[in-house]
């Protein structure tokens, strides 16, 4: 226990590396071949591509290595695991999937089809079942990595929208087993769609990351925004093991996140280490100032809401209030709200927080909120603080701290003829899995509170949206309103 | 055959939106009646839209509903009924009077999930409401079930504990979980450690208190000259006094800057620490004390930093896992 005490301090340590902040990983010498791969040639340590059908460019991190995918599959060591989905492209016509495997397998494939059965049954494309082939990478993570990580990565895309599709990873001779997955409603789409919110799941403790998980899954969210904090130590390959390999009885965390894209933020505890960018896939498109191929910062769209997922972990304020805060009024600003009236924007350190083991992120307050009063976003969705908190609606900032706007029942905000809302509405969800922090409902700008591990679900549809909040432990509901624009 | 092809393309394209409408209309439908306590409605709302949109999205969501559903249909989905209407409650809802009534309900729920997931709430709700005896009696009630599975099981344990460390003290709920085996969850090591933290807080105002009272001895009547006073401050401790200040203003601005407060409170009061060490040596040099009670300054020094940083660290709620 003691080496938790001490993380933070390493953690610390980490972060005044300039060299190493954005890394975790060790050096390569160029002088060794990777596992599994022919020596002729050497290693690349980058690629960039645009998979087939997608309209958007894929790249790597720079890392010991990177290839497309081969059908060469490692023979001493059959592990296939961690599959999970995301998106880097439109939610209603694409999908990525993540994996790892033994250090030799360079197969990257996937089979896929609207058709369980005959996914089950293929060895290859044809007929029902389509294939599409991704890239592999290769690292040895500075801390808890043990010989190396070897990463699969896939782009499905062209894809109808509304639709379930069924899928395995792997290739010839070694194939996951099948998952399902969905597309999105086409964007503009009143169709009712739902997502679950957590955050802060590090540490696993009591075991809720996978109850918390489960009980997402039960419930059957579209797709998962996921605050930041993953792992204690976004550098330690052996926590992300963890995070995905949690189970509770007969439920493993990848059994919903295979199914449900995960579409998360960077935390302070994850560190925009390689390992966090290696693993994921979200939309890339680099912007000034962002790093992790333009995973830093980024948004999508599903239905008729506007999402965006924000790095507040940034140390160079003129980053955070420069080119950040320049393409978040730029991303805003393109929403069309009459098609996408809901926008919810998600990032890590909340700036409206009371009374908790961290003081509410005034910097980022100032930064931020202007932008988000300026294109009335709906909700702010955050973690750091691993409590239940939400607040009243806030728009506008009178020296330096929050105003409370219009409010109508039960703490929401009222909305204007247009559909805009009087405020904002600030949530702190999170801790399925870090230790639990007390809090306080005696700030102004705070309607409710709990210290509890907390899981949120928004149900859309139209104009009306539900929100409940649920105790991730108990089942029992902690928080429910309903709106409608 | 080719003729045909355009007419079932142009029905098929005409169907579509009218399915989709269908099966959101059967989607909104299932899900109102589940938060109206209704699941026997719910479930055949549900098959309904499975049946009708099957490779739809909706249809996905309907399928893991379903399963939920229909593993809890015990009892004709009346246990069911009963749970979630208490379940889809917010907290200020569960009084005392609804958690009694549904506790005398849940006594006749027949075996299955219900009944379990219903101890649970109780268990968590009554601890809400600061009942913790009513929450041990939920809590038992539910490891008493006879089809547990092995989570449940360490959940309503550690469940167990903390209503118990609510009654009586966080030692007697870690020594409940130690007994039943369960030592390395973290609900023990949170007890363990809310345990320990009173007589921590006091032995470490102690060794506070101790090095000041040393410095004070040592140094008794030679304390504030200014032979004293000049002799204190060296180059050398200067720069260890810059050290004790930036290396947790460091930690604090890189690491996570809005844990500030609590590192200032470090930097701040080892700079202190550090100061009256250098005072108390100098004047105990100055009266020609012996070495070793300069020695004891400096070892009561050492402890009097690490006591103030426990307490600044403990006082923000931010030394987890330290002790246990």
């Known amino acids: ?485 | 055959m080719t003729r045909r092809l355009p007419i079932a393309l142009a029905l098929l394209f005409a169907a579509t939106p009218a399915r989709a409408d269908e099966a959101a209309d059967l989607s909104r439908e299932a899900a109102a009646a589940e938060r109206r306590g209704e699941p026997a409605v719910a479930v055949e709302r549900y098959r309904a839209l499975v049946a009708a949109d099957p490779t739809s999205r909706l249809a996905g969501r309907a399928r893991r509903r379903l399963e939920w559903l229909e593993a809890r249909a015990e009892g004709d989905y009346r246990p069911l009924s009963r749970y979630l209407a208490l379940r889809e409650r917010p907290p200020a809802e569960r009084t005392r009077e609804r958690l009694a009534a549904f506790e005398a309900e849940v006594r006749s729920f027949p075996e299955g999930r219900v009944a379990r997931e219903s101890w649970a709430l109780l268990g968590e709700a009554w601890l809400a409401l600061d009942e913790p005896a009513r929450a041990e009696a939920a809590f038992l009630a539910w490891l008493d079930r006879p089809d547990l599975e092995s989570s449940e099981r360490v959940s309503a344990q550690t469940g167990l504990a903390r209503a118990r460390a609510a009654r009586a003290g966080p030692a007697a709920g870690a020594e409940l979980l130690r007994a039943a085996g369960l030592e390395a969850t973290s609900t023990h090591a949170t007890l363990t450690r809310e345990a320990r933290r009173g007589p921590l807080r006091v032995a470490a105002a102690s060794f506070l208190a101790l090095f000041l009272g040393a410095v004070l001895f040592v140094g008794r009547r030679a304390l504030l000259t200014r032979d004293v006073l000049a002799r204190a401050f060296s180059l050398g401790r200067l720069a260890a006094a810059a050290h004790v200040l930036v290396v947790p203003w460091a930690l604090a601005s890189h690491y996570d800057h809005d844990v500030g407060d609590t590192f200032a409170l470090v930097a701040a009061g080892g700079a202190a620490i550090l100061a009256l060490a250098s005072l108390g040596g100098a004047a105990a040099s100055a009266r020609e004390a012996p070495r070793t009670q300069r020695a004891a300054v400096a070892g009561l020094a050492v402890l009097a930093y690490g006591a103030l940083g426990w307490l600044a660290l403990d006082h923000a709620g931010q030394l987890f896992s330290f002790l246990a």
């Open chain 1, 1 to 485: 226990m003691l080496h938790r005490s001490l993380a933070p301090f390493a953690l610390a340590l980490l972060s005044l590396l300039p060299a190493c902040e954005e890394t975790g990983l060790m050096r390569f010498d160029g002088g060794t071949t990777p596992p599994g791969e022919d020596g002729g040639e050497p290693a690349q340590r980058q690629i960039s591509y645009t998979p087939e059908g997608c309209g958007y460019t894929v790249t790597s991190p720079e890392l010991e290595s990177a290839a497309m995918g081969t059908d060469v599959q490692d023979p001493d060591n059959p592990v296939l695991h961690h599959v999970h989905a995301s998106w880097a492209g439109p939610t209603d016509s694409t999908f990525a999937v993540n994996w790892e495997t033994g250090l030799r397998t360079l197969a990257s494939r996937i089979l896929y089809g609207t058709d369980r059965a005959a996914v089950e049954a293929a060895e290859a494309p044809g007929g029902d079942v389509l294939g599409r082939n991704g890239h592999t990478m290769f690292y040895r993570a500075m801390i808890g990595g043990g010989p190396g990580t070897r990463l699969h990565e896939v782009h499905v895309c062209g894809l109808e929208p509304e639709t379930t599709y069924y899928y395995k990873v792997g290739g010839p001779g070694r194939w996951s087993r099948v998952y399902e997955i969905a597309t999105a409603p086409p964007v503009g789409s009143t169709q009712p769609f739902s997502f679950g919110v957590t955050g802060d799941s590090r540490n696993n403790l009591e075991n809720s990351w996978p109850i918390s998980q489960r009980r997402l899954d039960e419930a059957g969210v579209d797709f998962q925004v996921f605050s930041g904090d993953a792992v204690f130590l976004g550098a330690n390959q052996a926590d992300w093991r963890q995070f995905f390999e949690a189970s509770v009885d007969d439920f493993d965390v990848t059994d919903f996140l295979a199914r449900a894209p995960f579409m998360m933020a960077n935390g302070n505890h994850d560190q925009l280490a390689l390992n966090y960018v290696a693993q994921f896939a979200f939309p890339q498109e680099v912007s000034e100032g962002e790093r992790a191929q333009g995973m830093e910062w980024y948004s999508f769209d599903y239905g008729n809401a506007h999402f965006v997922i924000l790095n507040d972990t940034v140390n160079d304020s003129a980053v955070l209030a420069g080119g950040q805060a320049r393409w978040l009024r730029e991303d805003l600003a393109r929403v069309d709200r009459t098609r996408q009236p809901w926008i919810f924007v998600s990032h890590h350190r909340p700036f409206y927080t009371c009374r908790s083991t961290h003081s509410p992120d005034t910097a980022l307050r100032a930064a931020w909120q202007p932008i988000f009063d300026e294109f009335s976003v709906d909700f702010v969705l955050t973690g750091h603080n691993h409590v239940y908190e939400r607040s009243t609606p806030i728009r506008g900032l009178e020296g330096g701290e929050g105003v409370v706007a219009a409010t109508g029942t039960n703490g929401v905000p009222t909305y204007d003829m247009a559909g805009l809302p009087s405020g904002t509405v600030y949530v702190v969800a999170a801790g399925v899995g870090a230790e639990l922090y007390e809090v306080s409902s005696e700030c102004t700008t705070s309607f409710t509170s709990m210290s509890v591990r907390p899981y949120v679900i928004f149900e859309v549809e139209g104009r009306t949206l539900t929100y409940t909040a649920y105790d991730a432990m108990s089942g029992g509901m902690l928080d429910q309103f309903t709106l409608t624009k």
